[in-house]
């Protein structure tokens, strides 16, 4: 075990393992002091009091998302995070014969800054990838370019959905990005499987890009290929490990760490992260559009596919490209977005997965008038994802809140008999 960033890891590197066996998030029962809070905001009940003392725990692993939000939300810290692959990455960066690849998500560069003292929110991007090169990555493959694909592919998609150019794959259409609204959906949903997008998420596109176009556009050899997804999410290392991410012939993704494991490796360097210049990524998968970048909010993939979408259909270019109507913080967010030529396309935003229960039930009653519908596990979206660096306010909130429940919870308490 060891801390990053305030928050404990255990060191192991699973590999081909069933991910539903591996607890992602665990707690820490000598640490938990029964408040509650991580029970509050688990969507879907996993964590819950395990004996009288109401000292929690995940009471069925196979359930849980992997999201992290009882990670982030516990004020003592007795949540951590049961998988890290850093030992082994950094054995790979020592090894001349291993080709290292970096695939940092949209949303790490929004929060990476916060490690080094910087506002929360700040773009840090160009200082992130001169920080991957100083570490040792021989290639920054970013994110963002598979968001694009994604985009392209998931919009049109959506395109021969709405048109009924698509048998067995019917409306409304559910984004499939996200890795805790996947499990969450084939969990408690399992008959709208055929109502998700088929498209894998972008870094799962990235990762076999990395070992086919990549490999042979670099001239490399994709067994010496060691791709690394930075993610602002733990359940994109549940997600890298699914036994379907293997279609490039190699395992996609090898290893997956998250933005305070980043930062904890850039510390540990001795990498002076505020002075470093910006730098881009390398340009063979590098390269991206605003339409990728605004995948880090909720509401923000929604927005890319209708752009598409909107010109794709009416055949007339968008004078603003925003859309903003679709972004959403908090709860759903619903709109009708007319496009000329087609007529009215209906779509919901679901931020959170107690809300995207809401949307799903009314799917499978049949009562859906949407023809898209996107879900973020994380409120708010990937930003606020279970990886990001936890914000001391909020936590030094949530401890007085958390002290108040437990006092409130020892007064009433009936004695023992």
């Known amino acids: 075990m060891q801390q990053i960033e305030g928050i404990m890891y255990q060191s192991n590197a699973p590999k081909d393992v069933d991910p539903d066996s591996i607890l992602f998030v665990q707690v820490d029962a000598d640490k938990c002091e029964g408040c509650g809070e991580c029970n509050y905001v688990c969507p879907t009940g996993v964590i819950q009091s395990i004996n009288d003392d109401d000292i929690h725990g995940v009471v069925d692993p196979a359930a849980c998302v992997n999201c992290g939000q009882c990670l982030t939300s516990c004020p003592v810290g007795a949540i951590y995070e049961g998988v890290s692959y850093l030992d082994e990455i950094v054995e790979k960066l020592k090894d001349p014969d291993t080709v290292v690849v970096s695939m940092p998500a949209p949303a790490v560069r929004y929060g990476l800054g916060e490690c080094f003292g910087a506002p929360t929110g700040t773009y840090v991007g160009g200082k992130m990838h001169a920080a991957l090169r100083e570490l040792g990555f021989d290639y920054i493959w970013d994110t963002e370019f598979a968001a694009d694909v994604t985009i392209m592919e998931e919009g049109t998609e959506l395109i021969q959905r709405v048109k009924g150019e698509v048998d067995g794959h019917p409306l409304p259409q559910f984004t499939s990005c996200c890795p805790g609204w996947i499990k969450f959906a084939e969990t408690f949903y399992p008959d709208l499987a055929p109502n998700l997008s088929t ?3 972008p870094i799962a596109m990235l990762g076999a890009l990395a070992k086919t176009y990549g490999a042979k556009e670099t001239k490399t050899d994709p067994k010496k290929i060691y791709t690394v997804s930075i993610m602002p999410c733990i359940a994109k290392k ?3 490990l699914r036994p379907e991410l293997n ?3 190699f395992r996609d993704i090898d290893a997956t ?3 305070r494991e980043l930062a904890y490796l850039i510390k540990e360097a001795g990498i002076e992260f505020n002075s470093l210049p910006d730098q881009d990524p390398d340009p063979i998968l590098g390269e991206s559009t605003g339409a990728a970048t605004i995948f880090g909010n909720s509401g923000g993939v929604m927005e890319a596919a209708l752009r598409l979408g909107y010109e794709a259909l009416s055949g007339n270019k968008l004078d603003n490209p925003e859309i903003k109507v679709v972004r959403a913080h908090e709860g759903i967010k619903t709109a009708d977005i007319e496009v000329p030529n087609f007529g009215t396309v209906k779509v919901a935003v679901a ?3 107690k809300n995207a229960a809401k949307l799903c039930d009314e799917v499978r009653a049949g009562k859906s008038p949407y023809h898209f519908i996107e879900i973020m596990t994380c409120p708010g979206g990937c930003v606020n994802g279970g990886g990001q660096p936890l914000d001391p306010e909020i936590q030094a909130s949530m401890f007085r ?7 409130k919870r020892f007064r009433t308490r009936k004695p023992q008999a």
């Open 199 to 201: 498209c894998k998420s």
């Open 351 to 353: 931020s959170g997965l």
């Open 257 to 259: 760490i998250n933005t």
């Open 401 to 407: 809140s958390t002290v108040a429940k437990i006092n």
């Open 247 to 249: 279609q490039s012939g």
């Open 238 to 240: 549940y997600e890298g």
